[in-house]
Nanobody, 124 residues
Framework: QVRLEESGGAAVQAGGSLKLSCETS????????MCWFRQAPGKEREFVASNNWFDESAYIDSVKGRFTISRDNIKKTLYLQMNDLKPEDTAVYYCAATLASHTGVGENFSVDYWGKGTPVTVSS
C-alpha cells in the first residue's frame, strides 16, 4: 500500500523557518521524481519544487533562495527546508511522487501519488 505522509507544518511568524518531511512507503522511492506542491486558501494547487533521480532540483521563482528540496533514498523521505518564510507562503503543502521525466517549472506532468498535506501558516 502506497503511503506518503507529510509532517512539520506549523504556524510561524514571517522570517521564520520550517522543515517539512514526507515519509513514504509502498513504492520504489528512488525511481520517482519527488515534488512539493502547495495550495493557499481560495487558490489552485501550485507546483513549488521538484527533485529527480539525478538529484536535480527545480523551484518556482517565489521560493528560490529560500526553500531547499532534498531527499534521502535510504530513508525514503523527502524534505523541504523553508527559510525566511513570508505570509504568502501560507498554504497546505503536499508531497507528490511522479514517474514523469520532466518535472521542471512550467512542465505539465501527472502525479502518480499524493500525500494528504501539512498546513503552514505564516503571520506578519
Amino acid at each position: 500500500q502506497v503511503r506518503l505522509e507529510e509532517s512539520g507544518g506549523a504556524a510561524v511568524q514571517a522570517g521564520g523557518s520550517l522543515k517539512l518531511s514526507c515519509e513514504t512507503s509502498g513504492f520504489t522511492f528512488r525511481g520517482y521524481a519527488m515534488c512539493w506542491f502547495r495550495q493557499a486558501p481560495g487558490k489552485e494547487r501550485e507546483f513549488v519544487a521538484s527533485n529527480n533521480w539525478f538529484d536535480e532540483s527545480a523551484y518556482i521563482d517565489s521560493v528560490k533562495g529560500r526553500f531547499t528540496i532534498s531527499r534521502d533514498n535510504i530513508k525514503k523521505t523527502l524534505y523541504l527546508q523553508m527559510n525566511d518564510l513570508k505570509p504568502e507562503d501560507t498554504a497546505v503543502y503536499y508531497c507528490a511522487a511522479t514517474l514523469a521525466s520532466h518535472t521542471g517549472v512550467g512542465e505539465n506532468f501527472s502525479v502518480d501519488y499524493w500525500g494528504k498535506g501539512t498546513p503552514v501558516t505564516v503571520s506578519s
